[in-house]
């Protein structure tokens, strides 16, 4: 399974990126993908999950400014960003919970990881 994140870049502040992720490889079912960041010298945090019915959990401090989204056929998760700041800057992970087949046990795949870099 791999999985392969796009759309990060440069942005100015109060501008917006919509980041994809997309899951390929041995998958029978995909339960949640969601979007983590890691900022230098911090630790990794969660931006938002959803569900495979498309419910969401989001970070408090980014409810309002990011939406994320899913298409189930294409195993693609979305995350827009809307109003950044420069303290959005970090790098961004997807994440994946899945079965890679009927039988297979709960597993957890991650992205490379796309930057995002919003200036002042």
């Known amino acids: 399974v791999q999985l392969q994140a796009s759309g990060g870049g440069l942005v100015q502040a109060g501008g917006s990126l919509r980041l994809s992720c997309a899951a390929s490889g041995s998958i029978f079912r995909i339960m949640t993908m969601g979007w983590y960041r890691q900022a230098a010298g911090k630790q990794r945090e969660l931006v938002a999950i959803i569900s495979t019915g498309g419910s969401t959990n989001y970070a408090d401090s980014l409810k309002g400014r990011f939406t994320i989204s899913r298409d189930n056929a294409k195993n693609t998760v979305y995350l827009q960003m809307n109003s950044l700041k420069p303290e959005d800057t970090a790098v961004y992970y997807c994440?994946?919970?899945?079965?890679?087949?009927?039988?297979?046990?709960?597993?957890?795949?991650w992205g490379q990881g796309t930057l995002v870099t919003v200036s002042s």
């Open positions: 994440n994946a919970g899945l079965l890679a087949y009927a039988t297979a046990p709960w597993s957890e795949y």
